[in-house]
C-alpha cells in the first residue's frame, strides 16, 4: 500500500469512527435533554427508532448506488447528510431549550433532523468500504476492511466519552447547554465533508475491481458494535440466494433477532435509570450516564477483541454463554441502585452481549457454503439494524409502566432464548471454504 492511500485510509478511518461517535453522543445526552424539556421518555425512543427504520431502508440502496456512482459522492452525501441532520437537532433542542418553542415542538422538530441521518447518514460507511476494497489486494482486503469496521465500535465509546464535556454553556444571551454535542460533532462533520472534498479524486469515470464493493452497516448505535457481518457481505460470494427460513440458518436468523431486541431494549433505557436511580438532575446525570455507557461499550469490545480469541469457542458455546452472562447483567441492571451496581451490572450484560453477537454471525456464515457467504452476512447485518428500530420504543416503554421491566423481561428472553439454542443451534462440522 502507497503512502497516499495510508492517508485516505486514516481520513476513511475517520469518517466511520465520526459516524458512529456523533451518533451515540447524541444519544447520550437524549434522556437528559428529554427530562429537561418535559417530553415522554417514550418520545425519546421514537426519534432514534424511526433514523434507524430509515437507515436499515436506505443502507441497501446506498451500498449499490455508490457502484454505479462513484464512491467519493456518496461519501461526500453522507458526510453531508450527517453535519446537517446533527445542525438542524442541535437547532431545534436549543430552541426548546431556551423557550423559544414548547418541548414537545422542540422534539417533533428533532425526529425531523433524525429523519435526514437515517436517510442520508447511510450512504457513506458502503462507499467508504468499497473504495478502501477498491484499492487494496485481495490478500488485504479483508484485514483492512475489518480494521477500518472497528471504528464503528470505537465511536460507540468516544461517543458518550466526549459528550459531557460538550456542554457549551451560553453564547451571549443564548443558552446552548445539553444540545452542545449535536453542534460540535456537526462542526466535526463539515470538517471531515471538507477534507473527503479535497483529498478524494472524483472517481465517477473510474475503472473499478468489480469484486470491490461495498456492503450497508448496521445502524451506529450503543450496544451496537460491528461483528463482521458486513465485511463479510463486502467481500464474501453473492451467488447463491438463502431464504430467511432455510433451516440452515432460521435458528440463528431468530437468535440474533431477540438477543439484538434485548441489547437494545436495555441500552436505550439506561440513560432514564442513571437519572432516575440516582435521584440526578438530568444535566448532573450526564457524566455518570457516559460512565456506564462507557463501561458497557469496553467491556463489549474487550470480549470480541481479547476474551473470544483466547478462548477460541465455537459458535454454539459463545452464543449459550453469553446468553447466561447477559441474563445475570441485565436482570442485575434493572435491580442495581447505586451507580457502580448500575455500570457494574451493564458491563456484565455487555460483556454477554459482546459474546453473543460474534457467535451469531459466525454461526450463519459457518451454516452455509462458500456461494452464499454475502447473502448470508447480508441477513446479519440486517437483523443487527432491524434490533435497533423497534427494540428501543419497547425498552423504554416497558421502563414506563415500571422501571426495572425492560431489564427483567430483556434478562428473560435471553432464558428463553438459551433454553431454545441450546435445542437447535449446531456448530457446522467443518469451516466454511476460505475461511
Known amino acids: 500500500m502507497t503512502g497516499g492511500f495510508d492517508r485516505r485510509f486514516a481520513l476513511m478511518f475517520v469518517v466511520m469512527l465520526t459516524i458512529a461517535a456523533g451518533n451515540t453522543a447524541l444519544q447520550s445526552v437524549l434522556p437528559a435533554l428529554g427530562r429537561s424539556l418535559g417530553v415522554p421518555d417514550s418520545a425519546v425512543a421514537a426519534a432514534f427508532s424511526v433514523s434507524a427504520l ?25 458526510m453531508g ?43 457513506a460507511p458502503p462507499a467508504v468500504q468499497a473504495l478502501v ?5 485481495r490478500e488485504e482486503r479483508t484485514k483492512a476492511l475489518t480494521l477500518l469496521a472497528s471504528a464503528f465500535g ?12 460538550l456542554l457549551l454553556g451560553h453564547l451571549g444571551e443564548i443558552e446552548i447547554g445539553l ?54 457481505a463486502a467481500t464474501g460470494s453473492r451467488v447463491e440466494r438463502v431464504r430467511w427460513t432455510d433451516p440452515r440458518i432460521r435458528g440463528w436468523m431468530i437468535a440474533g433477532l431477540v438477543m439484538g431486541h434485548a441489547q437494545a431494549m436495555t441500552g436505550q433505557a439506561i440513560g432514564f435509570l442513571v437519572i432516575d436511580r440516582l435521584a440526578l438532575p438530568p444535566t448532573q446525570a450526564l457524566e455518570s450516564t457516559g460512565i ?31 446468553l447466561v ?19 457494574t451490572a451493564f458491563a456484565l450484560a455487555s460483556l454477554g452481549f459482546g459474546f453473543t453477537r460474534p457467535g451469531f454471525t459466525a454461526g450463519s456464515s459457518l451454516a452455509v457454503g462458500a456461494a452464499a457467504q454475502g447473502n ?27 422501571r426495572p421491566l425492560p431489564y427483567l423481561v430483556a434478562g428473560a428472553a435471553c432464558l428463553v432464548l438459551f433454553a431454545y439454542g441450546w435445542a437447535t443451534l449446531r456448530d457446522a462440522s467443518k469451516p466454511v471454504c476460505g475461511e
Not at 448470508?376 to 419497547?394: D, E
Open 154 to 165: 470505537l465511536g460507540t465509546i468516544a461517543g458518550p466519552a466526549v459528550a459531557p464535556y
Open 54 to 78: 430509515l437507515w436499515v431502508i436506505a443502507a441497501p440502496l446506498w451500498a449499490n448506488r455508490s457502484d454505479r456512482h462513484g464512491r467519493r459522492a456518496m461519501i461526500l452525501l453522507g
Open 325 to 343: 452472562l447477559a441474563a445475570a447483567g441485565t436482570a442485575l441492571t434493572g435491580l442495581a441502585t447505586s451507580l457502580y451496581g448500575i455500570a
Open 133 to 137: 476494497a477498491g484499492e487494496t489486494t
Open 292 to 322: 456506564v455507557l462507557i463501561m458497557g461499550a469496553g467491556a463489549a469490545l474487550l470480549a470480541q477483541w481479547g476474551i473470544i480469541p483466547t478462548l477460541n469457542l465455537k459458535p454454539r458455546a459463545l452464543v449459550l454463554s453469553g
Open 179 to 232: 444540545a452542545g454535542p449535536a453542534f460540535v460533532f456537526a462542526l466535526f462533520g463539515v470538517g471531515v465533508f471538507v477534507a473527503v472534498y479535497r483529498m478524494l479524486p472524483d472517481d465517477r469515470a473510474a475503472v473499478r475491481d468489480p469484486e470491490a464493493h461495498g456492503a450497508a452497516s448496521a445502524y451506529p448505535s450503543i450496544g451496537g458494535q460491528p461483528t463482521g457481518a458486513n465485511v463479510r
Open 376 to 402: 448470508v452476512a447480508g441477513k446479519v447485518t440486517s437483523v443487527n439494524g432491524a434490533s435497533f428500530v423497534l427494540g428501543p420504543s419497547i425498552g423504554v416503554g416497558l421502563y414506563e409502566l415500571w
Open 81 to 123: 447528510g450527517y453535519a446537517l441532520s446533527l445542525t438542524v437537532c442541535g437547532l431545534f433542542l436549543a430552541a426548546g431549550i431556551n423557550g423559544w418553542i414548547a418541548g414537545t415542538t422542540a422534539f417533533l422538530l428533532f425526529i425531523f433532523g433524525r429523519l435526514i441521518y437515517g436517510s442520508l447518514g447511510a450512504a
